[in-house]
């Protein structure tokens, strides 16, 4: 890897051309000692947010029509690029965000896999929904019409990058990812906590794009830390959608502002939950202090800056339960301080602890204190399940490394508190053989209101699989329908277009018959294609 391929010139990347026309610069700072990092960058133009759509629009069609094998060679190519970027990128990104090296290394596998997952998914082509229902002219009393459908590409899509991920779910995550799978071409709004990261990123994918010999604007970076900047691409008439991973403030204003336009577009926003862990009578009093060790761990990972955090446990007021408290307690209190990922998550994580400590009947068991600029440390709250209904505060989402325990008195308060929830990403169930009608009472509950149910375990931490649902009922996202992680993700942007009475040589080749396509299709009714067929 050359020296100039890692250099960060403090641009927008605007398909194969750089621009520095804004007059406004920023800078990272280091979360650790709040010392701001070189260089400057520049802050993106009305002009140049319009140039990137621009570009992006133009390049849409052409790079549909590549194919899905020439599509697939160029996501492998990306994570071939990011991973020739080597340290100094993982240097960059620890410098930025405060995450160890070890944790950025185990992210970088994570988006560089992403990648390559969703080239496979590409080439199997199965997302693409293929159906055919051939005619019948002489059916009475109406001929029937041949008619066969798959998705295309939605167009332009614009990513917003996240802080918490600086790698897996911000340049070339898997929004972004599943973005170009599609067949869409990519707008990423670099997060301004690391822009750093995010240019030597964008760099790779230009790269990428040139080696592979994509359309120019197949993908574009701007940055900027003006919230006027990702106002002008949500608002931009060729932005087809918006993939976002944040605050819920900062997802519903960009929702409303893609209803408000002319013509709405969909806003996939991941905006967090308080991912609640029902922790059931019998398998606490198997083990309280294990499971408040564990819960420690889970709390504090990561500085508590994963959007699957157990913000609430909830669990019975007995002997066990407390035992599992004093244990959680200790166990929290001997985790040393850390840095967050920037100031604002610091005072927006104090900020929400004080607003629920002040509330009545709130109890606080250990104090999230630290010295460090942007540090924090673990801290352990809990609240009457009564108290927990009635308060609307107790509810919301505390970003950091904190856990509010929510007390029951019976089994017919810790249903009240299930049904209470509103919309999760996950939701946690831990329970014994003695608990199983308990279980089954809370199951259905819980998959009504998250897009992820685990038995056992903890939900920090989210498998990239086919499998794999990250979403949920809002608040927890925009669209409970959909996921962003996992190969499913790459039906946000797509949409399905019907074709009727065609002739044959103008199909697309997947919808012909006898084209060889090793996509799974439905052909009158009946699948066609056995997986061991497919390639």
Known sequence: MSNQALEMSGAQLLGDTESRNGRDTFTAVDPCDAKALAPQFHAATAEEVERALELAAAAHPAFEALGRERRAQFLEAIAAEIEALGAPLLERANAETGLPLGRLEGERGRTTGQLRLFARTVRAGDYLGLRIDHGDPKRSPLPKPDVRSMAHALGPVVVFGASNFPLAFSVAGGDTAAALAAGCPVVVKGHPNHPGTSELVGRAIVRAARSTGMPAGVFSLVQGPAPEVGEMLVQHPATRAVAFTGSLRGGRALFDLAQRRPVPIPVFAEMGSVNPVFLLPASVAADPVAHGRALAASVTQGVGQFCTNPGLIVLRADGAGEALLA???EALSAVPEAPLLHAGIKRGFEGGLARLAARERVKVHVEAKAEGPCHARGALLSIPAQSFLDEPVAHEEVFGPSTLAVLCSDERELLAVAASLAGQLTATLHAATDDRELVQALIPMLAQRAGRVLFGGYPTGVEVC??????????ATTDSRSTSVG???????????????????????ELRDGSGCTALRLTDGVYDARREDRV
């Open 487 to 509: 190969t499913n993700a790459i039906q946000r942007f797509v949409r399905p277009v019907a074709y009727q009475n065609f002739p044959e040589e103008l199909l697309p080749a």
């Open 327 to 329: 244990s959680l307690a």
């Open 466 to 475: 086919d499998a794999m649902v990250h979403g949920g009922p809002y608040p």
